[in-house]
Nanobody, 130 residues
Protein backbone atom coordinates (compact mmCIF):
# COMPACT_ATOMS: atom_id res chain seq x y z
CA UNK A 1 0.00 0.00 0.00
CA UNK A 2 1.35 3.44 -0.98
CA UNK A 3 1.72 5.84 1.93
CA UNK A 4 2.68 9.50 1.39
CA UNK A 5 4.23 11.68 4.10
CA UNK A 6 5.07 15.37 3.61
CA UNK A 7 7.49 17.44 5.64
CA UNK A 8 9.42 20.69 5.50
CA UNK A 9 6.70 23.29 5.87
CA UNK A 10 7.05 26.31 8.09
CA UNK A 11 6.90 30.08 8.32
CA UNK A 12 9.24 32.35 6.38
CA UNK A 13 9.57 35.97 5.34
CA UNK A 14 8.86 36.99 1.77
CA UNK A 15 11.88 36.22 -0.37
CA UNK A 16 12.87 33.27 1.75
CA UNK A 17 13.10 29.60 0.89
CA UNK A 18 11.72 26.27 2.04
CA UNK A 19 12.24 22.71 0.88
CA UNK A 20 9.33 20.32 1.11
CA UNK A 21 9.82 16.58 1.03
CA UNK A 22 7.46 13.74 0.20
CA UNK A 23 8.29 10.14 0.95
CA UNK A 24 6.21 7.70 -1.08
CA UNK A 25 6.46 4.32 0.54
CA UNK A 26 5.88 1.40 -1.79
CA UNK A 27 5.73 3.60 -4.89
CA UNK A 28 7.05 3.01 -8.40
CA UNK A 29 7.42 5.76 -11.01
CA UNK A 30 6.92 3.66 -14.12
CA UNK A 31 4.08 5.39 -16.04
CA UNK A 32 3.08 7.25 -12.88
CA UNK A 33 3.50 10.72 -11.36
CA UNK A 34 3.97 12.39 -8.02
CA UNK A 35 2.71 15.95 -7.76
CA UNK A 36 2.69 18.86 -5.35
CA UNK A 37 -0.55 20.73 -4.79
CA UNK A 38 -1.57 23.58 -2.53
CA UNK A 39 -4.85 24.74 -1.07
CA UNK A 40 -6.16 27.57 1.07
CA UNK A 41 -9.50 27.50 2.91
CA UNK A 42 -12.44 27.83 0.55
CA UNK A 43 -10.39 27.32 -2.63
CA UNK A 44 -9.82 24.44 -5.01
CA UNK A 45 -6.63 22.50 -4.79
CA UNK A 46 -4.04 23.98 -7.16
CA UNK A 47 -1.39 22.03 -8.99
CA UNK A 48 2.14 23.33 -8.36
CA UNK A 49 4.57 20.84 -9.85
CA UNK A 50 4.85 17.19 -10.81
CA UNK A 51 7.50 14.64 -11.71
CA UNK A 52 6.62 11.61 -13.81
CA UNK A 53 8.00 8.33 -15.04
CA UNK A 54 11.35 6.71 -14.60
CA UNK A 55 12.84 9.47 -16.76
CA UNK A 56 11.70 12.13 -14.29
CA UNK A 57 9.96 14.54 -16.65
CA UNK A 58 8.81 17.61 -14.70
CA UNK A 59 5.93 20.07 -14.98
CA UNK A 60 5.31 23.44 -13.30
CA UNK A 61 2.45 25.82 -12.88
CA UNK A 62 3.14 29.22 -14.43
CA UNK A 63 2.75 30.87 -11.03
CA UNK A 64 5.80 29.07 -9.62
CA UNK A 65 7.96 28.55 -12.71
CA UNK A 66 11.44 29.86 -12.12
CA UNK A 67 10.99 29.89 -8.35
CA UNK A 68 10.11 26.28 -7.45
CA UNK A 69 11.97 23.13 -8.42
CA UNK A 70 10.68 19.58 -8.10
CA UNK A 71 13.17 16.75 -7.94
CA UNK A 72 13.56 13.09 -7.08
CA UNK A 73 16.41 11.69 -5.08
CA UNK A 74 18.77 9.51 -7.08
CA UNK A 75 18.23 6.77 -4.53
CA UNK A 76 15.12 6.18 -2.54
CA UNK A 77 11.53 7.23 -3.00
CA UNK A 78 11.60 10.84 -1.83
CA UNK A 79 10.43 13.79 -3.93
CA UNK A 80 11.40 17.36 -3.01
CA UNK A 81 9.93 20.74 -3.79
CA UNK A 82 12.52 23.48 -3.44
CA UNK A 83 10.72 26.79 -3.06
CA UNK A 84 12.75 29.97 -3.55
CA UNK A 85 11.67 33.57 -3.72
CA UNK A 86 8.56 32.86 -1.69
CA UNK A 87 5.77 35.42 -1.73
CA UNK A 88 2.70 35.75 0.52
CA UNK A 89 0.52 34.29 -2.24
CA UNK A 90 2.39 31.01 -1.79
CA UNK A 91 0.87 30.62 1.67
CA UNK A 92 -1.17 27.40 1.68
CA UNK A 93 -1.36 23.84 2.84
CA UNK A 94 0.87 21.85 0.51
CA UNK A 95 0.00 18.27 -0.37
CA UNK A 96 1.90 15.49 -2.03
CA UNK A 97 -0.12 13.30 -4.39
CA UNK A 98 0.57 10.11 -6.32
CA UNK A 99 -1.06 8.05 -9.03
CA UNK A 100 -2.63 4.75 -8.07
CA UNK A 101 -2.53 3.41 -11.63
CA UNK A 102 -0.52 3.81 -14.82
CA UNK A 103 -1.00 6.74 -17.19
CA UNK A 104 -0.90 6.10 -20.95
CA UNK A 105 1.14 9.31 -21.37
CA UNK A 106 2.17 12.45 -19.50
CA UNK A 107 1.09 16.03 -20.11
CA UNK A 108 1.10 19.28 -18.16
CA UNK A 109 -2.67 19.53 -18.52
CA UNK A 110 -3.30 16.26 -16.72
CA UNK A 111 -0.43 16.08 -14.26
CA UNK A 112 -1.25 19.41 -12.57
CA UNK A 113 -4.92 18.62 -12.04
CA UNK A 114 -5.88 17.36 -8.60
CA UNK A 115 -8.63 15.10 -9.93
CA UNK A 116 -6.00 13.06 -11.77
CA UNK A 117 -4.58 11.75 -8.50
CA UNK A 118 -5.95 9.19 -6.08
CA UNK A 119 -3.37 9.03 -3.29
CA UNK A 120 -2.71 12.00 -1.00
CA UNK A 121 -0.54 12.88 1.94
CA UNK A 122 -1.70 14.69 5.06
CA UNK A 123 -0.30 18.08 4.05
CA UNK A 124 2.31 20.48 5.40
CA UNK A 125 1.63 24.15 6.07
CA UNK A 126 3.63 26.90 4.36
CA UNK A 127 3.20 30.46 5.59
CA UNK A 128 4.93 33.42 3.94
CA UNK A 129 4.78 36.79 5.66
CA UNK A 130 5.58 40.21 4.25
Amino acid sequence: QVHLVESGGGSVQAGGSLRLSCTASGYTFDHRCIGWFRQTPGTEREGVAAVCGTSGVVYYADSVKGRFTISREVAGITVHLQMNGLIPEDTAMYYCAADSSDRPYFSIYHTLRAIEYELWGQGTQVTVSS
